[in-house]
């Protein structure tokens, strides 16, 4: 373990104070007043982040004093001390101390014999003793109220107390359990909310790291790692709200989607033709379900060769996803990292030429088995690979596919992990393994979304399962490889709120489940739930029971109908909150303790989330039941399907039978809907409807083409709601896009009108 002994002086340099101790040089970086960066460039003197790509620490006034041996330094949100041994604590402006590092001894659990783990091994059980040092290593004392959230879609309830995580991306194909500590992301951004204030921490180092949340000790918890640089934000706050806004402003926020991969979108790992395609956009139409993109799993592809079809399966891929688009579906094709070693094969033969692919200590090409058998890998922390990688995306895109889904971009491989010592370019620093592989999908999808930006010129769609903090820039995600298991229906809700806060806002989970055989009711409750999710897709393993919704019976082929209408109709108020998302950094599931944190009954609760601020969800998610408990936090709330009024701070029984998912409405919101459609861009939006819950109501409402990047210029519509006292009004706030509404249609409790629209309007209801 690295040592700092002594505090012996410190120099302020800029927006740096230099911190000079006995065996060690360490700086804290002041990047705004709510964030302070702590550094100490064990591997390099620089951040190198793949997190963080720009300078974004502005001019911020401060106060550092050095006397006795300690430093204070002070910002106008927080103060901090340094003492010998590079022990921090971090506090409020009023002094209350809520983030300290303490030297207590730390207790590990004695190790099992070599005999006792022998005997345990022959049975199955996996043996991981705990490792009892790290040469980075971050202690923090308990004070016993504490909450953690974050670390990404890890197996647990949204608070992670009493738990210990790796940040190591793991394809993990057994059926999913808390008892994991790993899962396909790494996202070491973690907050912490105690009785007395909320605070956050990213420790932004890509190697393999470990977070215990007071599983070893409930005085301490740590963070460690062997490798890399100590590198860690405080962030300070009121909120968790504002904790998650300077997050995703050192590391970005998920930038507007295109309009229409809000829509529904139906997969399969067993889609092998053309026509198994064709007849699911032909049932989709006839079932009269709504449904946006069709995806195709790697059968697809000629002997699984990425950038490749299969002539036999696909003989006209080009004009048969015309065909598609026709009908109004986008195609969504899956890619996989690895190369078949193939000699022949263009990409094989382009990559091997250039020197694109990941290579042995001793210079020669890595080699593992995936999908195509023998395999090699695209170097992606490789600028020129990355450019390689995104001119080849053409080949998709020339041929009509509108997204792409990076999968096994762990990157996962037959054989086990690829070894620590494989060697990569880090954009022209030598690298290995060990230091790239969490950022492995990360790097992938940027590849990826520069080529669909340079082929199409539209916002892009990208899907990941791996991925590192940041990649929100680039991609959405979802949480790989669940189950159809009511348990897992359940997990989907802290996954994602969790995902959520942690940057990726643009996630979902494979509705009804990817392995084992979903129920009818089981597919009810999940599209019920699913519906809510950003990233709305059924996905499915092969050789499971299909789960396409006209394999159900009748009632649940209303069930789904009943439900993707309703999300179709709300797709204004997704992307109001996506636009809102891109300025904020705020998701758009929310666990209740994003604005709600003062409220005890919110801190662990797993089954409930917002939609924004508007809109709560109450899924049932237990076998057989026809109700669900539910907790309504303070103010009051409207029941979606009743209209009942309801006080908050309120836990009741509602009952709620197959086809009844409880939803409801905070007083005083507008919400947006668009009349139902087969799919987006189906007919064109004349009327937007607008409902009013309450009698004092505002709402900005975003529109424009959907589809490219031509509102980051101004070519957008914003719109001013109001409704008070029965009076509603509309301004027309930003002009910038020439399409707009012809009529409103305003509902409140009592009637419902339709009017003509104008940029400035005020009409007595």
């Keep these: 373990m690295f040592e700092f002994g002594k505090l012996l002086s410190c120099d302020v340099c800029d927006n740096k104070v230099l911190l000079n101790f006995a065996e060690n040089k360490a700086r804290l970086e002041i990047i705004r007043d709510d964030i302070i960066n702590v550094f100490c460039g064990f591997e390099c003197d620089e951040h190198n982040s793949k997190a963080i790509e720009n300078d974004v620490a502005v001019p911020t006034q401060f106060t550092a004093d050095f006397s006795d041996g300690v430093l204070t330094l002070k910002t106008k949100c927080v103060a901090v001390t340094v003492k010998d041994n590079m022990l921090i604590d971090f506090a409020d402006t009023n002094g209350n101390i809520l983030c300290s590092d303490t030297d207590c001894e730390r207790t590990v659990e004695p190790s099992l014999s070599e005999d006792a783990i022998k005997l345990m091994e022959q049975e199955g059980h996996i043996v991981t003793p705990p490792k009892s040092d790290y ?71 890509t190697y393999r790291s470990v977070f215990n949340l007071c599983k070893e000790n409930e005085n301490y918890f740590w963070y460690g790692t062997d490798n890399g640089n100590l590198d860690y934000y405080y962030i300070a706050g009121q909120s968790v709200a504002d904790i998650v806004g300077a997050y995703t402003y050192l590391t970005g926020t998920t930038p507007l989607p295109q309009l229409w991969t809000l829509g529904y979108q139906q997969s399969r790992w067993g889609y092998i033709t053309q026509k198994d395609i ?50 109004g579906f986008k195609t969504v094709t899956i890619i996989d990292p690895g190369v078949k070693a ?112 340079k082929h199409t010129g539209k916002r892009p769609f990208v899907i990941t399962r791996a991925c590192y903090s940041g990649s929100q820039k680039y991609t959405t995600a979802w949480t790989g490889d669940n189950q159809s298991l ?118 662990t609760l797993n089954s409930e989330f917002t939609l924004g601020d508007s809109i709560l969800i109450a899924p049932v998610t237990n076998q057989g039941e026809n109700f669900k408990t539910v907790y309504l936090p303070e103010g009051n709330w409207y029941d979606y399907w009743t209209k009942e009024k309801i006080s908050g701070k309120n836990m009741f029984i509602r009952s709620a039978e197959l086809d009844v998912c409880p939803i409801y409405i905070k ?29 004092n109501c505002e709402y900005e409402h975003f529109s424009d083409n959907g589809s490219d990047f031509k ?55």
């Excluded at 861009?681 to 819950?693: A, C, R, V």
């Design 135 to 205: 040469n980075i290593f971050v202690r923090k004392k308990v004070f016993g109220d504490e909450h953690f959230y974050g670390l990404g879609d890890k197996l647990s309830p949204m608070d992670k107390k009493y738990y210990q995580f790796t940040c190591w991306n793991t394809d993990e194909p057994r059926t999913h359990t808390e008892a994991y500590e790993a899962l396909y992301k790494t996202l070491p951004f973690l907050i912490t909310l105690k009785d007395n204030g909320v605070y956050g921490l990213f420790f932004d180092n």
């Design 278 to 327: 064709e007849d699911v956009a032909e049932n989709m139409r006839k079932y009269n379900i709504p449904c946006d993109a069709v995806h195709l799993d790697i059968d697809y592809m000629d002997a699984y060769k990425v950038f490749t079809f299969n002539s036999t399966r696909w003989p006209n891929p080009k004009k048969a996803i015309e065909k598609l688009s026709d009908n």
């Design 342 to 453: 193939e000699d022949g094969y263009y990409i094989y033969d382009e990559g091997v030429k250039n020197g694109y692919f990941c290579t042995t200590p001793e210079g020669e090409n890595y080699h593992n088995v995936v999908w195509p058998g023998d395999t090699v890998f695209p170097d992606f922390s490789n600028g020129k690979v990355r450019d390689w990688w995104a001119n080849n995306i053409k080949f998709l895109t020339d041929n009509g596919v509108s997204g792409v889904w990076n999968d096994m971009n762990e990157p996962s491989t037959f054989n086990g992990f690829m070894p620590d010592d494989i060697v990569m370019n880090d954009d022209g620093k030598k690298s290995d393994h060990a230091k790239m592989h969490n950022v492995y999908g990360h790097n992938m999808s940027r590849a990826t979304y520069e080529g669909l930006k």
């Design 486 to 603: 009511w348990a897992h229906l359940k997990m989907a809700i802290p996954q994602l709120t969790t995902l959520g806060l942690n940057g990726m806002s643009f996630a979902g989970t494979d509705l009804c489940g990817f392995s084992c055989d979903t129920t009818p009711e089981l597919a009810a409750r999940w599209m019920e739930l699913g519906v809510f999710f950003p990233l709305c897709r059924n996905h499915s393993a092969n050789g499971t029971k299909h789960q396409e919704p006209w394999c159900f019976n009748d009632e649940v082929v209303g069930i789904f109908r009943k439900y993707l209408n309703l999300r179709y109709t709300l797709l204004p108020y997704f992307y109001d909150l996506f636009y809102q998302g891109e300025k904020t950094g705020f998701p758009l599931m929310r666990p209740l303790v994003f604005r709600y944190s003062s409220d005890p009954v919110t801190h």
């Design 667 to 695: 007083e005083n919101s507008i919400i947006p809907k668009f009349p139902e459609q087969a799919y987006i861009g189906e007919k064109e939006i004349d009327n937007l409807k607008l409902e009013i819950y309450g009698d």
């Design 711 to 765: 509102y980051r210029d101004g070519e957008y519509n914003l719109y001013k709601f109001t409704y008070k006292d029965g009076v509603f009004s509309a301004k027309l706030i930003h002009d910038g896009y020439a399409k707009k509404y012809k009529t409103l249609t305003i509902k409140t409790f009592e009637k419902e009108i339709t009017v003509d629209f104008a940029d400035n309007m005020k009409i007595n209801i």
